[in-house]
């Protein structure tokens, strides 16, 4: 890899045009390697541990789509990227896949020539006190401080409900979570504001959680999802199902323990084309059959996935809301495999 | 024999252009132009591919869009439904804010810093040399979020000035007869009001050219009564004392017109959250200041001492035998000097100030970086135009100070006739 | 004649001791804290900031826990030991956490590559910073980037085998162009080494590596981060930036308008704007203004961009440098009959570098310092970039001091140590030049 890009570099002159039109699917396949776009540290959903091993809800979304092109959930490399860098790591072509806890917004599908593959989970922008402050909604802010991480829709979100509200509050921009969180703690704001996800995960690291609290209104919808280059419908398929496959395995009951012995032939058809036994779904997306088995096998279904990163298990605990399936009453709803 | 003495032919040969220096570098700098031309388009014209295989255009016109945020600290007056080019100014007014204040305030650490560390006292020399080792060798980046983290920690959260209704007390108090308050927010000072102010003129408001008016009125008599005295001395040998006078002149009138207009201090108080009223200067603003004059303010104590070295020690001995004291041999002897010789890296640190004046993010702080090259570029993905148009006004700025600077420094220069 | 005796006196008296105000430590005292109602004010001013310093700090230093599995933990050794109020720092985060503070993700079992590089460093900088060192080393220094680069990176060894068979190539063009003066040998070695890189080389190494795949397992840029990012950049930036640096003091000082014009231009231009805003040329437009599709990874792309940094900061060195050096250096040269470039090489360049070496520690201190930034761009700075994702892990979430203390350090050590190699060699300099 990098000895064409040195010598590329060298020579730069002889790049030839027109490349970047080429299918992302040949390319990641060429390559051997999938080029992930993922947060540069959120707890849950992307961060390295101490080995540099990338894991998190996020992350696995990743793992799933290289195990299904690439057949090992192992051949992602892992680009970190800011708030600032990522929709044009993106569409530079420097990654082939965001998933970095981004909103799908209009002006993001459209305008900045994205596409969004899908939800792989629905936020909301919500707001943590200091319980001694005696605020129970977030209408009582008015004249608040409020610390906000920049370079998100949160900021949008925000002016918008204290306008509509007809409440003022003094903004303090910062840059990564982690100092949001110090800020907080030190009293330098009365509110934190971010993804209700973000809230929770951040409350649950508190040496005293007990005394904060998360405020009932929920001011954004933020649906957060994979991101692919607007113009390559095929490469966007294949992520749209893979992670539907995810979800829809859940429903179906397809479990990374269980998977195996599944594959063999149930007596669900639905499952059987999930899983390749029937027909050939793989093939209209330029993958083989068990794309989607070994998806799900990577890291587990939909549920797995969850439960392993920020379900009610883990330190972060967060509740599946509207995260589960559409059966239980979530928004999950994975369209049919056929 | 004879062709030995025939004059050269005068016909031109093209391989002149290499070989005759009177056409080589003509040569070379054709050749060199047209490199630079054919890099240069093809640069465009890359640009111009990517932008058509992005689907996007090259265009100015967001702009003028809603931007849609908040500002924490802002110069001129902003809301959320003001534009992204008042973002920017606001910006850009932030940024010019910090630098200003940063160079004022590195040039005094400087000095103070640099006379210190010649200092005879043994531990002050220790204590400043210690400070700019620090400073000058740790990354910058590390002072701002130390600096910040500090603020954050140590200064009491505006919570803490809500007075206790069963104890009739407060944890922490204001300053200078509860009119200042530090918080590990902001700052708040009183602010300026008055009552019945005087309309304003050409954007300045009223009670600003009036007392500006009064001001300069006060000035022109203080003149006459300076003419005055002289007169008096050269007349009959003894100088009138005028001081009194003077700083009666100097004060009085625009006191006058500002208390005619309802002069008043509009004092913060705390309420429910926040303080109410008067100025906050926020604490970003407040760290990113401190920490860009502390961290340039030690390479500013080099430049200082060097220059204070390179003032030969006859100097000093020179001036002393004139009895001048010490403090008096700095300030009037060897700074003077020693200014020419600190002006020209002086201008580089200003420069290198104003540039990492951009770190702000780290705070927080919405200079130019954080709203245009920041905020503004995030929520339209118009990187192109943000990044061009932020590099462009950092170059503004940038040549704009040694412009300024390099005006100053002809004129303190030494004037060789 | 009576003779007269001279009194001399054989033995030496003993001193005597100087007075009491004169000497010992009272007299230090006095001398060097209380000389002047001033220097008593500053001298408790300062006794004082000491004194807050030390108050604040200690009791959290001594307080120091160094084996624990996570902030948790060291919270509740800290209550336990020193009591529930009790603050502590937790450096079990540094023991945890050190390598990759040092190496970002680089593979545990590659790790001797960098340190080896990292070693072979200070060889092949000796020769250039200490006289006493044998000169044949510079043919180490001149190899040590592309060895470096394959350590580092690793792969097979061709691609740099290339690279320097490039070079020599161009060295040969440069011989044989040498008949036609230095402008001619100049182009025809940078032609000759240009055509052999942009035809031949790519190819030729797929052959060898086809043939002899001697190499080393390969780490991808994105494996690199902390200090080795730091150094890396810092280094490498620095590294190539002195060629072009030099050529652009050369252009600033030419006497030809429009390559004067465009020194200046470019070097001013980089000047006035903040590193930050190349860094996100590098990540966010780099890709603009190459062909579309061209895409090679951020660490280098950061590089290119650094590297200009760099260069317009050295250019303005070495154009000091040339400055000083004295007018009748050039007017030897010109008296001896050499045209621009011999001159350059021979007499001129030779002596301005060696002058200009401080000011290059320098800027590399400057660099080094300023590497911190990438963080902004989404690299793994050791300062930023690291500790943020220290505490995205859940045990560490929270810590905040502890390391900024352990960076901070470590970026003290390295740019005290080469500030101090930077005037000791400022000092011999100067002594040379009298």
Redo the contacts between chains.
């Keep these: 890899m990098k000895k064409s890009v040195f010598l590329g570099a060298l020579t730069v002159a002889s790049f030839v045009a027109g490349a970047a039109a080429a299918a992302t699917l040949d390319d990641v396949k060429a390559r051997g390697e999938l080029n992930c776009g993922v947060n540069t540290g959120l707890v849950g959903f992307a961060a390295p541990d101490a080995n540099g091993n990338w894991a998190g809800f996020d992350v696995a979304i990743c793992k799933a789509v290289a195990a299904a092109v690439l057949g090992d959930s192992s051949k992602v490399k892992y680009v970190p990227t800011t708030g600032q860098t990522r929709f044009t790591a993106l569409a530079s072509g420097e990654i082939d896949l965001l998933v970095r806890n981004s909103t799908w917004t209009f002006t993001r599908d459209t305008d900045l020539k994205l596409d969004f593959a899908g939800v792989n989970y629905y936020d909301g922008q919500g707001f943590m006190v200091r319980r001694d402050l005696g605020v129970s909604s977030a209408k009582e802010l008015d004249g608040a401080t409020v610390c906000i991480q920049t370079g998100t829709t949160t900021e949008l979100n925000l002016a918008d409900f204290f306008k509509a509200n007809n409440m003022s509050y003094q903004p303090i921009a910062i840059d990564t979570n982690a100092e949001g969180e110090q800020q907080y703690l030190a009293g330098a704001c009365d509110a934190y504001t971010t993804d209700a996800s973000g809230l929770a995960a951040t409350r649950a690291a508190f040496a005293d959680p007990e005394n904060h609290i998360i405020l009932p209104e929920i001011i954004s919808k933020e649906p957060l999802g994979p991101v692919v280059r607007h113009g390559d419908n095929e490469w966007g398929d294949i992520v749209r199902w893979t992670l539907n496959a995810l979800v829809a395995a859940e429903e179906y009951g397809v479990t990374s323990a269980n998977i195996e012995e599944l594959s063999k032939g149930t007596q669900n058809p639905e499952v059987n084309r999930l899983l390749g036994t029937e027909g050939d779904l793989g093939a209209m997306i330029g993958l083989d059959k068990e794309w989607a088995k070994r998806a799900i096998a990577a890291g587990g279904n939909y549920g797995e996935i969850f439960a392993a990163n920020i379900g009610e298990q883990t330190p972060i605990g967060l509740a599946r809301g509207l995260n589960a399936q559409w059966t239980q009453g979530g928004l999950l709803y994975a369209p049919p495999f056929r | 024999m004879t062709d030995v003495d025939m004059p050269p032919k005068q016909t031109f040969r093209l391989s002149q252009l290499i070989y005759d220096t009177r056409y080589r570098s003509l040569t070379i700098q054709v050749v060199v132009f047209m490199l630079f031309m054919a890099g240069a388009a093809w640069l465009v014209d890359n640009t111009i591919q990517n932008l058509k295989v992005l689907g996007k255009d090259f265009n100015f016109g967001f702009l003028w869009n809603r931007a849609g945020y908040d500002i924490g600290q802002t110069l001129i007056p902003y809301t959320n439904d003001s534009t992204h080019f008042r973002a920017m100014l606001v910006g850009l007014l932030n940024t010019l804010l910090v630098s200003f204040l940063g160079c004022v305030a590195a040039t005094v650490i400087g000095i103070f810093v640099g006379v210190l560390r010649l200092s005879s006292n043994w531990l002050v020399a220790r204590l400043m040399t210690l400070y700019v080792e620090v400073f000058r060798n740790v990354p910058l980046l590390l002072w701002i979020l130390v600096i910040y983290a500090i603020f954050t920690e140590v200064m009491p959260v505006p919570n803490a000035f809500r007075v206790n209704p069963a104890t009739g007390e407060a944890a922490a108090s204001m300053l200078f007869f509860d009119t200042v308050a530090l918080t590990n927010r902001y700052t708040a000072i009183p602010g300026v009001l008055f009552s019945n102010p005087l309309p304003g003129i050409l954007g300045l408001a009223g009670p600003l050219w009036s007392a500006l008016v009064a001001l300069a009125g006060g000035l022109f008599l203080n003149s006459r009564l300076k003419a005055r005295a002289t007169r008096i001395q050269e007349a009959t040998g003894t100088r009138p004392s005028t001081w009194w006078a003077t700083l009666l002149l100097l004060t009085l009138p625009w006191m006058a017109v500002l208390w005619a207009q309802g002069f008043h201090l509009d004092v913060p108080a705390f309420n429910r959250f926040n303080f109410q009223g008067g100025i906050k200067v926020t604490n970003a603003l407040v760290v990113l200041w401190l920490a860009l004059s502390l961290y340039t303010g030690a390479f500013v104590a080099e430049i200082v001492r060097a220059g204070i070295m390179a003032i030969s020690k006859g100097q000093t001995e020179a001036a002393a035998a004139l009895g001048l004291r010490p403090g008096r041999i700095m300030s009037l002897v060897i700074l003077p000097q020693a200014l020419r010789v600190i002006i020209p890296p002086l201008i580089s640190q200003f420069l290198n100030l104003t540039k990492n004046s951009s770190l702000a993010i780290a705070v927080g702080y919405m200079d130019l970086r954080g709203t245009l090259g920041g905020i503004t570029l995030n929520q339209t993905g118009r990187e192109l135009e943000a990044i061009l148009l932020m590099m462009g006004l950092y170059l503004a700025i940038s040549l704009g100070i040694s412009g300024v600077m390099n005006v100053y420094n002809n004129a303190v220069k030494l004037k060789e006739r | 004649m009576a003779e007269i005796a001279p009194f001399v006196r054989h033995e030496m008296l003993p001193a005597e001791p100087a007075p009491a105000s004169e000497a010992g430590v009272l007299h230090w005292l006095r001398?060097?804290?209380f000389?002047s109602p001033l220097?008593v004010v500053?001298?408790f001013?300062?006794?004082f900031?000491?004194y807050w310093l030390v108050s604040h700090s200690a009791p959290w230093l001594m307080h120091s826990v160094w084996a624990a599995d996570s902030l948790?933990e060291c919270?509740a050794i800290i209550a336990e030991r020193w009591g529930p109020d009790a603050t502590g720092a937790c450096w079990a985060v540094i023991r945890?956490?050190w390598h990759?503070y040092l190496f970002?993700?680089y593979p545990?079992e590659h790790i001797w590559r960098p340190i080896t590089v990292f070693a072979l460093l200070f060889v092949a900088i000796a020769p250039v910073l200490f006289s006493s060192v044998p000169r044949k080393l510079l043919w180490f220094t001149l190899a040590y980037p592309l060895l470096a680069?394959w350590l580092l990176?690793g792969?097979?060894i061709w691609?740099e085998v290339?690279?320097a068979a490039g070079f020599g190539i161009g060295a040969l063009g440069f011989m044989l162009g040498a008949r036609f003066?230095s402008?001619?040998a100049i182009s025809l070695g940078t032609l000759a080494a240009a055509l052999f890189?942009?035809v031949p080389?790519?190819p030729l190494?797929h052959a060898l590596a086809a043939m002899l795949p001697i190499g080393l397992p390969?780490v991808?840029?994105?494996?690199f981060g902390g200090f080795l990012l730091a150094v890396t950049v810092g280094v490498g930036a620095i590294a190539l930036s002195l060629p072009m640096g030099v050529l652009l003091a050369l252009g600033r000082r030419s006497?030809?308008?429009?390559?004067r014009a465009?020194c200046i231009g470019f070097i001013?231009?980089i000047?006035?704007?903040?590193?930050?805003?190349l860094l996100?040329?590098a990540?966010?437009?780099l890709?603009?203004?190459?062909?579309?599709?061209?895409?090679?990874?951020?660490i280098?792309r950061v590089e290119?961009l650094v590297t200009f940094f760099a260069a317009a900061y050295i250019a303005e060195v070495v154009r000091g440098a040339l400055s000083a050096l004295p007018r009748g250096q050039y007017e030897a040269a010109d008296a001896l009959g050499l045209d621009y470039w011999k001159a350059q090489r021979l007499i001129i360049l030779p002596q301005a570098l060696k002058i200009s070496i401080p000011g290059i520690v320098s800027t590399f201190?400057g660099m080094f310092?300023?590497t911190?930034?990438v963080?902004?761009?989404?690299?793994?700075d050791p300062?930023?970039?690291i500790?943020?994702?220290v505490?995205?892990?859940?045990a560490w979430?929270?810590i905040?001091?502890e390391p900024?203390i352990f960076?901070?350090c470590i970026?003290?050590l390295?740019?005290?140590s080469m500030?101090r190699y930077a005037m000791y060699l400022e000092q011999k300099l100067k002594r040379d030049h009298r």
Excluded: C
């Design positions: 001398a060097n804290l000389s220097n500053l001298t001013a300062g006794v900031i000491v948790g919270r945890d956490r990759q970002g993700f545990w680069l990176w792969g097979t691609p290339m690279i003066g402008l001619g890189w942009v080389a790519a190494e390969e991808s840029s994105d494996q006497d030809m308008f429009l390559i465009l001013e231009f000047r006035g704007v903040p590193l930050i805003t996100f040329v990540s966010l437009l890709n603009y203004f190459l062909p579309p599709g061209t895409n090679f990874d951020i280098l290119i201190i310092k300023d911190t930034l963080v902004f761009v989404g690299l793994f300062l930023k970039g500790s943020d994702f505490r995205a892990d859940f979430k929270g905040y001091w900024y960076v901070g970026f003290f390295f740019n005290f500030s």
